[in-house]
Every structure is written in C-alpha cells, then in structure tokens.
C-alpha cells in the first residue's frame, strides 16, 4: 500500500466515526497538539474534537478528488473533497509520522455549498 492509499484510509476512518473509529481509534490518529479550523469557523483542539465526535452519530460521507504531497519521510498533505450528510467541502490534512504510526497534525474544511439547487 502507498503512503498516499494509506493515508487516504485513515482519513477515511477519522470520517467514518461509530465502530470504525471509536475513541481509542481517534486517540490513536489525532496528534495531541492537533488543531482543526473547521468548516463552520470553529477552532478544535485534540480534546475538543474528541469530546464532540464521540457523541457524534456515524456519518454518511463520499470523498473524491483526493491528492497527497509527500513533504518528506514523517509528513505528507492530504487534499480532498467530501460530501457529509449532503453538505459539500474542501478538506486538507497535515499527516505527521510519530514513533507508532501516522497522526493527523492539522485539519481544514471549507464549505462550498450544498447539494440543492439555490
């Protein structure tokens, strides 16, 4: 598997939440000095995150256009687009190589509309 194929699996995970990632799960994926500038404006901490998501019911989410910049052996960005419950947006991810495994260090999403016409 590719770095960009792995990576582009454990995004998938952190999208899916429920049984596919619990909170152990995010714990694992998250970089305990994550941030997230969220696509409704909200600037999420590691704890804040966590706190919110686990209450969160499972999604239903499609990603496309996904692309990956290898910026060196430990870091790589992840760009996509994703649908989440008919809500459309732009999303990049800051992947970070720890000792154990890779960890998101930073998260954007941009809104771009909405799947009904205006």
Do not use: K
């Not at 699996?9 to 952190?14: F, K, P, S």
């Not at 714990?27 to 686990?54: H, K, N």
């Not at 019911?57 to 649908?83: G, H």
């Amino acid at each position: 598997m590719s770095l960009c194929e792995e990576l582009q699996e454990l995004e998938a995970r952190l999208l899916r939440l429920g049984p596919e990632c619990p909170r152990e799960c995010m714990e694992r994926l998250l970089a305990p000095d994550f941030v997230e500038f969220g696509a409704s404006g909200t600037v999420w901490t590691r704890e804040s995150i966590l706190a919110e998501l686990a209450s969160t019911a499972e999604r239903v989410y499609q990603m496309s256009d996904v692309r990956c910049a290898e910026i060196n052996a430990m870091s790589a960005l992840l760009t996509y687009r994703v649908t989440v419950n008919g809500r459309r947006s732009l999303r990049s991810s800051l992947w970070i190589r720890s000792e154990e495994n890779w960890q998101m260090l930073f998260h954007q999403g941009t809104v771009v509309g909405s799947l009904s016409p205006a």
